[in-house]
């Protein structure tokens, strides 16, 4: 007879067992994929950013506006045009000269030409230096004063937001890249031009406008577009790096396991400068002879079956039909 202590312990012992094979039937359905290499540190360049979204639009955007209203004649540029300040950019009749001219027109040629001498069109004066980047009407059109006929840009900028917690690290002058979303391709260099001294509210989150000055517009670069931004903390060239997966921690210790000879595993203390998470700087503690071991760990699905689950109603061969 077994008594109800001994009953006790067998149970438990039972349950011990299903335990443990429940947990490797999960395993064999989910491991992990552990890789690991020797490399040697290598001189390379470190660069510490802070990314964020942004969009490309005039940093000055002006609106030409005509003095009278009246008709428009001729007009003489184009978008994507540049322009200087004072050139002509169109000609327009005021109310009563294009009255004038039509009622002239039907009198014959002789009089449309004197009345076309002796009451001058209007010329549209660009104020500025910029890029045409909007031309709203056509030879022919009515406007008014509150019409805008034409739309200058100085030179177009990317305005990036950055969060009240990013904002310490960004200063005028910093280098930046831009990744346009319409062309994942093309990266353009700028800086910092411009920070915002006031804040925005957007979703309930503290944000401050950045204007991305770019080194060299390309000719696809558009206002609207949406990009992505990169500005550069901090970057330091030419310096001894290591992949950030090969560091280890242990409170405010940092090691690495160095692979010495007979194939025995050290630990070394080193020195790390900076650190984007990917490549680190290596101040102290290692030499481009030194074998450091890198690890990459991934969880990765396997192809074998997953058997039968002890606690649920069915056995996984079930559960795939029925998926």
């Given amino acids: 007879m077994i008594n109800t202590k001994n009953k006790v ?17 999960q395993k064999n359905g989910r491991g992990a994929n552990i890789k690991t290499g020797i490399m040697n540190p290598v001189t390379g360049d470190v660069a510490v950013t802070v990314a964020t979204t942004g969009v490309v639009k005039p940093q000055n955007r002006l609106e030409i506006k005509p003095s009278i209203g009246g008709r428009i004649g001729k007009i003489l540029v184009k978008e994507g045009d540049r322009v200087k300040e ?6 327009m009749s005021s109310t009563e000269r294009a009255a004038l001219i039509d009622a002239a027109r039907s009198q014959g040629e002789d009089a449309l030409a004197y009345w076309g001498e ?25 406007v008014t004063t509150s019409d805008a006929v034409l739309v200058l840009s100085d030179r177009l900028v990317v305005s990036a937001q950055f969060d009240e917690t990013d904002i310490g690290k960004i200063k005028v002058g910093q280098k930046a890249f831009v990744m346009l979303d319409a062309y994942p391709d093309v990266k353009i260099e700028g800086a910092v031009d411009h920070i915002a001294y006031e804040s925005e509210i957007v979703n309930n989150v503290t944000i401050y406008n950045v204007d991305i000055l770019p080194n060299e ?27 950030s997966n090969a560091i280890h921690y242990a409170g405010k210790r940092q090691f690495v396991l160095v692979k010495e000879r007979g194939a ?17 700087e290596i101040i102290s503690g290692l030499g481009k002879q030194d074998n450091v ?6 969880y990765v699905p396997t192809r074998k079956p997953v058997g039968r689950n002890p606690f649920m109603p069915f056995d996984g061969r079930r559960s795939d039909r029925t998926r």
């Fill in 9 to 25: 312990i067998l149970a438990v012992i039972l349950f011990l067992i299903i335990a443990f094979m429940f947990i490797r039937m």
């Fill in 86 to 91: 004072g050139d002509t950019l169109a000609w």
């Fill in 118 to 142: 002796a009451y001058k069109e209007t010329p549209i004066i660009s104020p500025i230096d910029g890029e045409v980047i909007v031309r709203s009407v056509e030879p022919g059109q009515a």
């Fill in 217 to 243: 517009v390309p000719e696809m670069l558009r206002s609207g577009m949406s990009v992505a931004v990169e500005v550069v903390e901090e970057a330091k060239n030419s310096v001894l790096t290591i992949p």
């Fill in 264 to 280: 025995r595993l050290a630990e070394r203390d080193i020195t790390v400068g900076l650190n984007n998470e990917k490549i680190a």
């Fill in 293 to 298: 071991v890198v690890q990459d760990i991934a």
